[in-house]
C-alpha cells in the first residue's frame, strides 16, 4: 500500500494550491483519510479529516480557507487551499485508515512541500 501525495509548491500569500493524495496497493476497505502538516522545528498537525460518509473536521487555523473532499472510486482525497498565508508553509503529509483483510492500520505518505511566500 502506498499513499503519493502531489500538488505541493511555492505560491504567493493570497493564493490557493490543491493538494492530492492517492493510496495504491490491494485493500480491502478505506476508511477515515486526513491531512497533516509539519513546519520546521514544530511538530506534525492535524489540518482536515475526512471520514468515508464525507464528514470533515478542521484545524480552527484553516476553517473558512481550506476544503478536504475524497473520490473513493478514485481511492483519492484532495485539500483545496485558498486565501495562503506563510504560516501555512509546511511539509503536508496524507494519511488513510486502511483496512486489509482483518487487519487495519494507518498508512502515511511521504508528504509535498507547501510554501507560502511572496
Known amino acids: 500500500v502506498q499513499l503519493v501525495e502531489s500538488g505541493g509548491g511555492l505560491v504567493q500569500p493570497g493564493g490557493s494550491l490543491r493538494l492530492s493524495c492517492v493510496v495504491s496497493g490491494s485493500i480491502s476497505a478505506l476508511n477515515d483519510m486526513g491531512w497533516y502538516r509539519q513546519a520546521p522545528g514544530k511538530q506534525r498537525e492535524l489540518v482536515a479529516t475526512?471520514?468515508?460518509?464525507?464528514?470533515?473536521n478542521y484545524a480552527d487555523s484553516v476553517k473558512g480557507r481550506f476544503t478536504i473532499s475524497r473520490d473513493n472510486a478514485k481511492r483519492t482525497a484532495y485539500l483545496q487551499m485558498n486565501s495562503l498565508k506563510p504560516e501555512d508553509t509546511a511539509v503536508y503529509y496524507c494519511?488513510?485508515?486502511?483496512?486489509?483483510?482483518?487487519?487495519?492500520?494507518?498508512?502515511w505518505g511521504q508528504g509535498t512541500q507547501v510554501t507560502v511566500s511572496s
Open positions: 494519511n488513510a485508515d486502511i483496512r486489509i483483510l482483518f487487519r487495519r492500520n494507518t498508512y
Open positions: 475526512i471520514t468515508n460518509n464525507d464528514l470533515t
